[in-house]
């Protein structure tokens, strides 16, 4: 299909909808789904039945009237015109608890975000090889970054070391970084940043859990 | 201070960037800043003056005009106004390299959130003690969440085990999750849940990676 969104500008929350959608259709069809109409799927994604229809209308034509989405194609559909279905290449920094968890989580692979290249500063872990990947001393990343291809690094430093991590990455030529990190950092304009903050989710939950339920 | 939010409703993105103040005004105290001013603040936050002032204005007049705020202090005052600052008891179903790696989070237990009890199904990894926790069968989860005053689960499972393991802490009385498996869970209204969605992030980075620097 020759529908892409390059050239489109999608707000952040229809990406954040889309990765959703993407989730649900993958459960789907992991229990042998084959087609869905948009009510139970909007249902499922949490979203109402109108925002899902114009949130795949970016895609054309899609889902056959009176019959649903076909699953599979629909997720073809969807990471085809978001461009994402290929092999995205990552480096990580920060080879411990949380970096080694990440590196064996089987869903990055099966999607396409290979993590290629480990690094750490600690003289202690260098050498080591974690999961079939060598640690690399961060003096080495320009080089192995552009070697490798990485397009993407991901930060699973102590908070204090985040932004140290994220300077090397950004020396080394990347442009797109994933802070594991409870820290903020600091990029340029044209750098992305992603955090994923557990706490943020924590609170979250903590403040309801105190509003529904009163202070234990 | 006796000014609390426990009865105002604070929009989930208020509260969202009030976990991001917290965790950038850690970062000051922990360089040693002990006085920041709303102008600095907000930038190494990415919100604008306007903003930030708007938000602190919920807990009172905080900063000292001309002079700016204490960080200790304000974090206090957040943490305090949100009720967050006391122990959060959870229990975590799915110990595999992710669950372990949470165990082993310091970032959790600096701020009070304690894994006091872990699950799994798999009876090989039953009675196994992990970082000083004995791993239990879900069947014993509704005596253990009770005995153990558990507010949380964390569901760290396989996606397609995900709503199995939500539907053991729900039936243990549980109803705050935070859900890092890669699946979408069904709740009932009372019940909150926090995805921990590492592949909205991912797709993010890499449509726009797309966008601006072209397909490789």
Known sequence: MENTLKNTRIPRATIRRLATYIQVLENL????????????????????????????????????????????????????????????????????????????????????????????????????????????????????????????????TPPERAQRAATHLMNAGITSLLNFASARIKVPEHVNVEYVDFFHHLYSLAFNQNRFYGKS
């Open 29 to 156: 069809a992991r229990d042998g789904t084959e087609i869905i109409s948009s009510t139970p799927l909007a249902e499922a994604c949490g979203v109402n039945g109108s925002q899902i229809r114009k949130d795949l209308a970016y895609f054309g034509e899609f889902g056959i009237r009176g019959v649903g989405y076909n699953v599979t194609s629909l997720i073809a559909a969807i990471t085809s015109a978001l461009d994402v279905n290929r092999e995205w290449r990552m480096a990580l920094i920060g080879v411990g608890n949380l970096g080694k968890a990440l590196l064996n989580h089987a869903d990055f692979r099966e999607r396409g975000f290979n993590i290629v290249c480990i690094f750490d500063c600690d003289p202690f872990k260098i050498g080591e090889v974690v999961h079939g990947l060598e640690v690399h001393c961060t003096k080495d990343m320009p080089a192995l970054v552009a070697e490798n291809n990485i397009e993407i690094g991901i930060i699973t």
